[in-house]
């Protein structure tokens, strides 16, 4: 079992904190990751940044141009998460646009993935209909492929997707890109139950979430929330980043002492 | 004469041109490409709707546009120049023919919110005619320096009540414009109608694309069968950005014994990093939801292309196109800014006819010294554009040139 499977047995509120790696600074990777998870998180989604983020608003996209100005790129990203996982047994999935995995050759950087304890892998321009071979390398190495659903996804493919996928899916809360606002929640309610009942595996949700509210409010009806762009937008422009991401975090838990 | 024909039938079912095309996409766009596919497919064979935008194509694009003898510049080379007029079509590019199909189908779909990027404008120059006559609300994203360089463009937009959106991220020109057309989309998937301006993006686009854009081709084969008595014409060539004048051109000629020849921009030297040559340098990727050739750097980062023309200045290329680059059935070459501009005054000079300046990158292909164009062949070239929108910048460049 890897530690994407095991955390997702366990029947609690999980809170999955996106990072972009290389921001804000070349070398926060290590010190972010870590002082989120002393925080609270329970899972680290670790982005690699691109030129192109096709699904990702104006928060992240700037943490992108930055990190990437700063100097980023996957093999300082693979330096980095060796000596992180030195430290923390913690669940980190990676996330990134297939360009750059094509790039580093989706046989290398799964197996690289494997090598340095990553235990997921979300690719956001990869659907289902791509996605074959990305989830066969995945699987057979042990790592999860994390893939996507979003509330048009229909009922059929929302199965089809969690079969495919395994072991975990990324339900993208909202028809739209990372940062933009919730929909109701009478809405959402009825897309998560939708999920409930169609998925074959445990989904976690993402796109929107800035609150403590929030993630208590998706996990009563998902298995785990992501918070990635309210967490980017906290640590933007602070000389003290570390200690925004800690308190930003711990309040996302409910720990506000 | 009997022809010989070779079969081509590509896309694949699932969009793929042998390893290119498909759909990297996020999955809330699937159901809209799926829904997009399945209306095309069905409008394809449907006796209306092909009724429909050919009466369009004729009363109100002004097709079929003339292929044209260039008798000066066939002199002054020694072979035979037609030009396929596309110049001539309503608002003045090959543009139109694909955003007429295209509104169609969003007619069909019942989605009243068109939105497009536009690099040149002459793509959001269609769409807002298109969008207008239909009375469909229309928003064009456009890249803040391809903004400062087609003003003129831009006016017609205007006028024609589309809303502009200036894009102000990355390279500020044609690729970031379709990063924030495509945001745009998966944000209102649901009303909302993607008119893409070339044969590129996710299945089925480059090959939607390609289909309405070879009303040129097919014209052409039986234009140039009446005007000279000869079966087939003996090269085609066009400019290639993503690439749509030039599949309109090249697709229903695929299956015969034609040479056909793609001009990429070669903006200051394929040697030099300014350039938006993407099959003669670049690599495999995968931009804007599908895998091509594309132009980035050892980290996978898309990077910035260049050439005078903005309607050229993409880092990527329809999938397609990678596809016959790689099979061989097309060959690929490039023309400077500098020769492109030398090639808008000559064409310009020598047949009264004012090229765009992507065009003007096939037209120096003509000038070029090893091009293999021998004595006496018939050469069609695909006039894709008029030059009027890019006056200013060549004015500019001329200034700078004799200063």
Redesign the interface.
Known sequence: MNRIQKLFTEKREKLIVYLTAGYPKLNSTKDLVLSAIDSGADMIELGIP???P????PVI?YSN?KA?KNGI??GIIFDQLEKIRQETSKPIALMG????????GLNTFISDCKSLGVDGITI???????ANEFCKLSKSMNISPI????????NE?ITK?SKKAADLIYA?SI???TG?DLSSRTELKTYLSRIRKYSSTPFMVGFGIRSHNDVKWFNEYSDGAVVGSAIIEKIKNKNDYINSARSFVKKLKGNHG | MELTKRDYDLPDS?GHFAEFG???????????LDSLEEHYLAAKENKLFNNELNQLLKYYCGRETPLYKAEEISKELGFNLWLKREDLNHTGAHKINNALGQILLAKKMGKKRIIAETGAGQHGVATAAVAAKFGFECIVYMGEEDIERQKLNVFRMNLMGAEIRPVS??SKTL??AT?EA??DW?????NTFYIIGSSVGPHPYPMLVRDFQSVIGKETIIQFKELTGLPLPDKLIACVGGGSNALGLFYPFLPYDVEIIGVEAGGKGVNTTQHAATLTKG???????AASM?L?N?????TLPHSISAGLDYPGIGPEHSYLSKSKRVKYKTATDDEALDAFKWMSEKEGIIPALETAHAIAYLKQKDNGISKNEHVILNLSGRGDKDVSTVEQSMKKKYE
Not at chain 1, 147 to 154: F, G
Not at chain 2, 283 to 289: A, I, M
Request: aromatic content about 8%.
């Open positions: 691109f030129s192109d096709q699904a990702d608003g996209q141009e990437i790129n996957l646009y297939y360009n750059q995995i094509l790039k580093w956001p321009d990869l659907p289902l209909c791509e893939l996507l659903v979003a509330p048009n996804t229909s493919n997707i993208v028809i739209g890109i933009n | 699932k498909g759909r990297f996409v996020p999955e809330t766009l699937i159901p809209a991220s990355g690729k970031d990063n495509i945001r998966v944000s209102n998937v649901e690599e495999f990727g995968v931009l804007h939801g594309m980035q050892e980290d996978g980062q898309v």
